[in-house]
């Protein structure tokens, strides 16, 4: 059968859960809400919010072995048909997909542009990345096809051969680049100012926006509520410690993006630049800095690009996993054919969005004020991901039988550990999703 090794579903989960949530959107964050309060309250969410629904999604998972739909029926008490409807998370995984795989394509240049030049103001850095944007579409259409090929080439080859090996293969690597630049960030002087302005909390900074943004952060980088987490633990070994290999993703996961605050960070304060500068930090700041570096700053540059593709990657095919075993699953479908359904319809999809960033269709494909990227953006990370996860807090909570997931639990961990996360999942973390959702849509 096609499953995973127990090295091969860390390495995989840590893949899926590694990502531009990591390397690109955490930092950048934690600068506009102002460093050390803002990640004590993050690492808060990600061990009491994050690490429960991850364990919720591989239980359910687990005992599946199954795609989504049909894991939720088959640990329902009542084998309701119609927790089918679960299934509808794994939509969530395309869309993202579709605008994900847009961006990669945007560091995509910015890998190859590296080589040869960098923008030495942040004025022409801005202009650099607003026109990559919103005119060269033939580029980004080459990109996008590039990483669209990519990912359809690894998830066609399955579990074992497609998935684990990438994983097996760019992980080491991606963890081998981060080394080396924190290596050369330890270096440098500045290095000790993004320690004290990350470690140092400034409690005055958190309002209930930081709080918020803490929280759908933890939900974005551990790949929770779209199913990912629930697919790739159906194929871990029955007997395996879902756990224990949990908390491991958990601890990579966090490590891996206080590393990638920590170089970001210092080769801004470095160069005296601004931390706040929002998602233009990693496309319009770092370059300019590292053009002030020489022929190192090209190798930085390159590495660092280099890094985030291979994250980026790993988390793609992540995305549409849940996608490909529901339609096998669910219609009897070979793998091929879903890929063909599935590819298919994200690479569509990514197109849409990025040609609605452009200038010559951004006006055709503006919808209620929004262009059709911001609106896949927000339908997958602000409605559907946090409705999934509502629904599997629910479901765990209330239509499952207590027994049956405390025998799960127990046979890894203690009962005080079980009787944590049942608490939290029938209570605080529904309650704490359910919050975020609200304010997403406006209503408080
Ligand atoms: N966790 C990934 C990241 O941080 C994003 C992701 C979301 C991956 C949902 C899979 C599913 O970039």
Redesign the pocket.
């Known amino acids: 059968m096609n499953k995973f090794s127990r090295i091969g579903f860390i390495l995989a989960a840590a893949g899926?859960?590694?990502?531009?949530?990591?390397i690109w959107r955490f930092p950048y964050i934690t600068g506009e809400y102002g460093g050390g309060a803002f990640i004590i309250v993050y690492l808060l969410a990600i061990l009491f919010i994050g690490l429960t629904v991850f364990l919720a999604e591989a239980v359910i998972g687990q005992n599946g072995q199954s795609d989504v739909s049909t894991s939720f029926i088959s640990l329902s008490k009542s084998k309701n048909e119609n927790w089918k409807f679960a299934g509808f998370m794994v939509a969530a995984?395309l869309i993202?997909l579709s605008f994900y795989s847009v961006v990669l394509g945007w560091i995509l240049d910015y890998v190859i542009t590296s080589f040869s030049s960098l923008p030495t103001e942040a004025s022409v850095a801005g202009a650099n990345f607003e026109k990559l944007i919103s005119d060269d579409i033939g580029s980004l259409l080459v990109y996008h096809t590039l990483i669209a090929g990519t990912v359809i080439f690894i998830v066609l080859k399955g579990i074992k051969e497609g998935i684990e090996k990438i994983n097996l293969i760019l992980m080491p690597l991606l963890g081998l680049i981060l080394f080396g630049l924190l290596i050369y960030a330890l270096s440098l002087d500045s290095f000790s100012q993004a320690v004290s302005f990350m470690f140092t909390p400034d409690f005055s900074k958190i309002d209930s926006h930081a709080l918020l943004a803490a929280l759908g952060q933890a939900f974005?980088?551990?790949?929770l509520g779209?199913g990912?987490i629930l697919t790739y633990s159906a194929s871990l070994p029955k007997e395996a410690n879902f756990v224990k290999s949990s908390v491991m993703v958990a601890i990579v996961d966090t490590s891996i993006a206080l590393i990638a605050g920590l170089i970001i960070f210092t080769f801004l304060f470095t160069a005296g630049a601004e931390s706040a500068a929002g998602p233009g930090l990693v496309f319009i700041s770092l370059p300019v800095i590292f053009s002030g570096w020489g022929v190192l700053g090209h190798v930085i540059a390159i590495s660092f690009f280099v890094a985030l593709v291979f994250a980026g990657i790993t988390?793609a095919v992540?995305?549409i996993e849940p996608a490909l075993r529901f339609f096998i699953e669910r219609f009897n479908i070979s793998r091929r054919s879903a890929t063909i359904i599935c590819g298919g319809t994200f690479y569509v999809l990514g197109i849409v969005a990025l040609l609605s960033m452009s200038k010559s269709f951004g006006a055709e494909l503006t919808f209620f004020g929004k262009n059709a990227f911001d609106i896949m953006d927000f339908m997958s990370s602000s409605l559907m991901m946090p409705i999934a996860a509502i629904m599997i807090c629910i479901f765990l909570g209330y239509f499952v039988d207590k027994k049956v997931l405390e025998e799960k639990f127990t046979t890894h961990t203690s009962q005080t550990i079980f009787n944590i996360w049942y608490f939290l999942i029938r209570y605080l973390v529904p309650v704490a999703i359910i919050v975020l959702l609200l304010n997403k849509l406006g209503a408080i």
């Not at 899926?16 to 990591?22: E, M």
């Not at 974005?220 to 790949?223: D, G, H």
């Open positions: 899926s859960a590694v990502g531009l949530g990591n995984g993202i974005f980088t551990l790949s779209v990912t988390s992540s995305m």
